[in-house]
């Protein structure tokens, strides 16, 4: 069995466990609209800040909100929770990250997502389900090798990752134009970044490329896996995907995301900082 076989499972997988109760069906968003508008039978939405956050802070649920963030999805002890998202599962991943950083193992993402399945011409409702609420029963604990903070980034000498956009990482925008309130203070790139944009490792159809294929791709800026190997973006949700494709597919061992990325790291006061484009 293939490291894929135990991360992944395929749109047909998921067409064939829509109502087997031991499985919870999650779609991931930036806009729930689209849930509201068809999603997956018995799938149930989670909006990736208003549910995945703690607020006011910028942090997210301990694992006690996870407990019950997940209880109230119908998640039991022996339940395994399915993610899925628009965008090539951009926010799935980030969900997925985050479920694994705080201890909750049960997880798997649906290679392509929305994507995939509506191109696939799959079913979609807008019945909304009404899951009994559970007890998923006590995470593993939180994993603060899978995170990276601003410090770590200052004093990593390992590789690191940016998988913004080219515009982005060379300074030319400080964030994609429909997200202008998601801007730092400066625009560039962290000094000794490589620039490999986070849907360089999704085929057409959302799915991820293959593991020789997604190799290829990250040692061909060294990134290989013998060092601690940091990725970033804006916010981090892109990056989720990216130590998806690194951790999850590669089995790279010492991967972390750094979700405070350039919101936090191109605002910070006297910090290095380079523009132009990756070389």
Known sequence: MS?????????????????????????????????????????????WKEDLHAHPRRDFLDETGFQDLLGRAGVGPDTTVVLYGGNNNWFAT?????????GFDRVRLMDGGRKKWELEGRELTTDVPSPQAADPGPLAGTRPELRAFRD??????????????????SG????????????????GHIPGAANVPWATAAR???????DEELAQIYGNVGVTGGEQIIA??????????????????????????????WTEYGSLVGVPVEMGASK
């Open 94 to 102: 980030y969900a997925y990250w985050l479920l694994r950083y705080r």
């Open 3 to 47: 490291r894929r076989d135990e991360v992944l499972v395929s749109t047909d997988w998921v067409a064939e466990h829509l109502d087997d109760p031991a499985y919870r069906l999650v779609e991931v968003d930036e806009d729930t609209t689209a849930y509201e508008g068809g999603h997956i039978r018995n799938a149930v939405a989670w909006h």
């Open 152 to 169: 770590d980034v200052l004093g990593h000498d390992g590789p690191m990752v940016d998988v913004r956009s080219p515009a982005e990482f």
């Open 172 to 187: 030319e925008v400080l964030a994609p134009p429909h997200l202008p309130g998601e801007q730092a203070q400066v625009p």
């Open 232 to 261: 970033y973006c804006r916010i981090g949700e892109r990056s989720s995907h990216t130590w998806f494709a690194l951790h999850e597919l590669l089995g790279f061992e010492k991967v972390r995301n750094y979700d405070g990325s």
């Open 204 to 210: 057409e159809d959302g799915s991820f490329k293959s």
